[in-house]
């Protein structure tokens, strides 16, 4: 019994012969191009790194640090385990409602 040669020449022509008007392929150039675009755009990390070493106003409240660190030193910081954990689960939460 023989075994017939498959030939990978036919399953390329197929795959090279399609039409151009192929929504598929238009699709698919569509992406391409937009890949493309986005490799161009540019990320200056040292401007990053100003815009977040910046100190703003509304983002710290200076006063709650300092009694944090106060507590710190003397041993007296208590921490709710699940004041945390709830904080957790409703930032995953939010983060999988995102992601939908």
């Known amino acids: 019994m023989a075994i017939e ?3 990978a020449i036919s399953a390329l022509t197929q795959v090279t012969n399609r039409d151009p008007q192929d929504p598929a392929a238009q699709l698919r150039e569509k992406k391409v191009s937009e890949a493309e675009s986005v490799k161009e755009s540019t990320f200056s990390p040292s401007e990053l790194k ?3 070493l910046q ?6 409240n200076s006063e ?3 009694r944090i660190k106060q507590a710190i030193k003397e041993g007296t910081l208590q921490m709710d385990a699940g004041k945390i954990a709830d904080g957790i689960l409703r930032d995953a939460h939010e983060c999988m ?3 939908k």
């Open 5 to 7: 040669q498959t030939s």
């Open 50 to 52: 100003k815009k977040l």
């Open 55 to 60: 100190p703003q106003a509304s983002d710290i």
């Open 64 to 66: 709650k640090v300092e």
């Open 97 to 99: 409602l995102a992601m």
